[in-house]
């Protein structure tokens, strides 16, 4: 506990993050500042998350997305992983992003008792379960393009009254002792619930090459609404 307190106290140093001469007693939010509180963080991230989620999965797909995708033929289809066979898998998973070659096939196929045909069958099917169906991408692209039109017109009704949109040097009036408006509030708990759902929902999802990188890319952007708090 000692070794936190002192990482915690050499992170949080006022010399490094506050005006010289203030402390964070005196950057402490009250009812005159108007300063936000980061104990509100939370239960307003928890909050938007859980609404988030029901939004999206009781609402707009079962209601909306889904049946606007079956009336174009798109159908509802989660294709189901082969019998496991612990060699095949081995071989699947060396050869993720290229095709396996003749003679691993070969090999594969002594092993379990399988001709080359059935193991190149059950790699082709393996292949297809790791593939997102298109209706999961109608679902996903769907959802994502409704919130970022809904936050980008919400964003626009926000700051189109704020003096330092339209002069910049309006940014430093009054720093450090800025207030946050309860509609500003709310346009960063929108963008804060939002990735911490897509976080949660990344993990559950089909893996693309790119998983790793759009997983970092959500978690970098939540460490940053945090630190603006």
């Known amino acids: 506990m000692e070794i936190l307190h002192s990482v915690k106290q050499w992170f949080w140093n006022p010399d ?22 980061s104990k509100d963080l939370f239960p307003a991230m928890v909050y938007m998350t859980v609404l988030f989620l029901v939004i999206r999965y009781l609402i707009l797909e079962p209601m909306i997305i889904k049946p606007f995708g079956r009336s174009f033929g798109l159908k509802d289809i989660t294709n189901k992983n082969p019998p496991f066979i612990e060699e095949a898998e081995e071989l699947f998973q060396l050869n993720k992003n290229k095709k396996a070659s ?41 959802w994502n393009l409704i919130y970022y039109i ?22 430093w009036t009054g720093y450090p002792f800025q ?13 804060l619930g939002y990735y911490t759902t897509m976080s949660l929902t990344h993990m559950f999802q089909h893996k693309r090459k790119d ?9 970098v952007t939540l460490v940053l609404i945090l630190f603006i708090f």
Not at 129 to 139: A, D, I, T, V
Not at 179 to 191: C, F, G, P, T
């Open 16 to 37: 490094v993050w506050l005006v010289p001469g203030l402390s964070w007693d005196d950057m402490a939010p009250t009812q005159e500042n108007g300063l936000p509180d």
């Open 102 to 142: 003749h003679n691993d096939i070969i090999e594969v196929a002594q092993k379990i008792g399988w001709s080359e045909r059935q193991v190149e069958r059950w790699l082709r099917h393996r292949t297809l379960c790791e593939r997102p169906s298109k209706m999961f991408k109608l679902c996903d692209c769907s």
């Open 150 to 171: 809904f936050y980008c017109v919400y964003g626009l009704w926000v700051l189109y009254d704020k003096e330092w949109l339209w002069d910049i040097k309006e940014c």
């Open 179 to 191: 207030s946050v408006s309860k509609d500003l509030w709310w346009y960063y708990i929108l963008s």
């Open 211 to 219: 998983s790793l990188q759009m997983l970092l890319h959500h978690l």
